[in-house]
């Protein structure tokens, strides 16, 4: 059974960081294009990064390119999303999603082409 669980949200105050887990059982992780993806109240999907299976090129919405890392640890079947200098805009139900296609690998900050989702977690970015 293919299964995603994130961690590692929580409450922080503006230029704090938080480091996200994405932990995978069920398949193997690095076989897959893995993304976050971030949901706020009232907004739609957003794409926020993905690293791909093959070479692990790393994908990053402008909005958090220099302050987000994705990174892969294949022993322990994690991808990891660290985030700094968060700023309120970051607030957010953040989920990770897994796919092998064609369409995910080619529009890798597309939530429509993952089909495995975790339950996400929340970030609050606030003073």
């Known amino acids: 059974q293919v299964q995603l669980v994130e961690s590692g949200g929580g409450l922080v105050h503006p230029g704090g960081s938080l480091r996200l887990s994405c932990a995978a059982s069920g398949f193997t992780l690095d076989h897959y294009i893995i993304g976050w993806f971030r949901q706020a109240p009232g907004k739609e999907r957003e794409g926020v990064s993905s690293?791909?299976?093959?070479?692990?090129?790393?994908y990053y919405a402008d909005s958090v390119k220099g302050r987000f890392t994705i990174s892969r640890d294949n022993a322990k079947n994690t991808v990891y999303l660290q985030m700094n200098s968060l700023e309120p805009e970051d607030t957010a139900v953040y989920y990770c999603?897994?796919?092998?296609?064609?369409?995910?690998?080619?529009?890798?900050?597309?939530?429509?082409?993952?089909?495995?989702w975790g339950q996400g977690t929340q970030v609050t970015v606030s003073s």
């Open positions: 999603g897994a796919d092998q296609s064609v369409l995910a690998t080619m529009y890798p900050l597309d939530g429509n082409g993952f089909h495995y």
């Open positions: 690293i791909t299976s093959r070479d692990g090129s790393t």
